[in-house]
């Protein structure tokens, strides 16, 4: 059974981090990447970042290379989303997904979600 679920969501002031987490069971993470993904009110669900962990690749979308950094967890199947010099457009429910895909990074690649967790950012 595989489940993922996703934390570490809240309020926080423009230019404020916030770290979310993804903790996945039943997962097999060499045979994974686990992605995060974000859908902002009205808009559709957009991918943030992956990450897999057999080679150590990562992704990261434009709008938030430099400010955010993915990484695996010191836990056994967790996986760490840091976001530094938060904007108020990064307010979103925010998603970790894993997917078999060798580059995933749309959502119809993601075969297991979790669910979300809402980051808001106030200016």
């Known amino acids: 059974d595989v489940q993922l679920q996703a934390f570490g969501g809240g309020l926080v002031q423009a230019g404020g981090s916030l770290r979310l987490s993804c903790a996945a069971s039943g997962v097999p993470f060499d045979d994974y990447a686990i992605g995060w993904f974000r859908q902002a009110p009205g808009k559709e669900r957009e991918a943030v970042s992956f990450i897999k962990t057999i080679n150590g690749s990562k992704y990261y979308s434009d709008s938030v290379k430099g400010r955010f950094t993915i990484s695996n967890g010191n836990a056994k199947n967790t996986v760490h989303l840091q976001m530094k010099a938060l904007k108020p457009e990064d307010t979103a429910v925010y998603y970790c997904?894993?997917?078999?895909?060798?580059?995933?990074?749309?959502?119809?690649?993601?075969?297991?979600w979790g669910q979300g967790t809402l980051v808001t950012v106030s200016s």
């Open positions: 997904g894993a997917s078999e895909v060798v580059i995933p990074t749309r959502q119809s690649h993601y075969e297991f």
